[in-house]
């Protein structure tokens, strides 16, 4: 069965500062999504990582995945106030299991100034 | 362009009463799903679809029917709800599986 755990589960970072939020698997994926949610929203696509080594960068984020340590990352660079929201990370559980995405409990960012 | 839309945005329900939460995309989609969301927890699949007429269970089906008669519509049944049922329910769509999905507003669902 697949897990996936990020960390930290809460974060509270001061604007300007740079942090980076943590996605482990346990089984092997080759794709991996991070969204992002507002507080009573939708969720709203951030990166689609497709292989080992992708990066992908917008703004003030930017995700990587390593798919031989089961590890994506998102690094938040000097974090602004609009960045305040739930990072979720999902794994494609792969070809085997219809592609199903299995999410992580969310990482609940809190930018304060 | 709609996107993903879905109906109600609220509900209210007694125990073992039914209903159908409604979804509809307009991006000619072949990938539907629905995902039930609860406090501190990421999304869990209830029940997906690759194409009209096929569907398939998710990580937590029970109590809950599907059905996809056509491309753009995917309906999600409660058959008798339950208070376990309290949750925020999210539709979503994607080009094909494997793809990244567009998710719906969601439906905050509350069962007493």
């Known amino acids: 069965e697949l897990k996936v755990e990020q960390n930290p589960l809460f974060l509270s970072m001061q604007e300007g500062k740079n942090y980076t939020i943590y996605c482990n698997y346990s089984?092997?994926?080759?794709?991996l999504y991070w969204y992002r949610q507002d507080p009573g929203k939708s969720l709203e696509s951030l990166f689609v990582?497709?292989?080992?080594?992708a990066v992908k960068q917008e703004g003030r984020l930017m995700a990587s995945l390593d798919t031989k340590a089961r590890l994506s990352t998102l690094h938040i660079t000097a974090a602004v106030h609009d960045l305040s929201a739930t990072y979720f990370c999902?794994?494609?559980?792969?070809?085997?299991?219809?592609?199903?995405?299995?999410f992580g409990s969310g990482t609940q960012l809190t930018v304060l100034p | 362009n709609a996107g993903v839309t879905q109906t109600p945005k609220f509900q209210v329900l007694k125990t073992g009463q039914s209903m159908t939460l409604q979804c509809a995309q307009d991006?000619?989609?072949?990938?539907m799903s629905w995902y039930r969301q609860d406090p501190g927890m990421g999304l869990r699949l209830i029940h997906y679809?690759?194409?009209?007429?096929?569907?398939d269970q998710g990580e937590v089906p029970n109590g809950y029917n599907v059905s996809r008669s056509t491309t753009e519509d995917f309906p999600l049944r409660l058959l008798s709800a339950a208070p376990s049922q309290t949750s925020v329910y999210f539709c979503?769509?994607?080009?094909?599986?494997?793809?990244?999905?567009?998710f719906g507003p969601g439906t905050r669902l509350t069962v007493t």
């Open positions: 999902a794994v494609d559980r792969g070809p085997g299991s219809a592609r199903q995405l299995t």
């Open positions: 979503a769509s994607s080009r094909q599986l494997g793809y990244e999905q567009y």
């Open positions: 089984t092997t994926s080759d794709r």
């Open positions: 991006m000619n989609h072949e990938y």
């Open positions: 679809s690759v194409g009209a007429g096929i569907t």
């Open positions: 990582l497709l292989s080992n080594g």
